[in-house]
């Protein structure tokens, strides 16, 4: 691989050559990444087990249910967990009650 000389690059040429670098690292890291996967998933396999067996699932179990719903947009719904959505609060400001909205 031939020397870059970086004191002569502008910094337009520095920028692009750090994204570029940046994008080339972020594919090597994922071919790595699929690559022990897959050994993981052989060794695995091999021994009789899956990976799921081995490390347990990746979910975080059941999702929560939707229990409010925007009746003016149906795409909009709510689990009643973390803070309300926009379009609830506003609704609710103009005098609505919570249980308007339950599913």
Do not use: C
């Not at 994008?23 to 890291?29: D, I, P, R």
């Not at 021994?47 to 929560?64: D, I, M, P, Q």
């Amino acid at each position: 691989m031939a020397a870059v000389n970086y004191d002569k690059m502008s910094v337009k040429e520095l920028n692009d050559h750090i994204a570029r670098a940046q994008k080339a690292l972020n594919a090597a890291k994922e071919r790595e990444r699929a690559d022990l996967k897959h050994k993981i998933a052989s060794l695995a396999e091999n021994a009789g087990f899956s990976v799921g067996e081995l490390f347990g699932s990746r979910g975080r179990g059941k999702t929560a249910a939707i229990k409010y719903q925007n009746p003016d947009n149906r795409s909009e719904t709510w689990t009643g967990r973390g803070r309300k959505p926009n379009w609830l609060v506003a609704k609710l400001s103009k005098g609505a009650k919570i249980q308007d909205f339950a599913v």
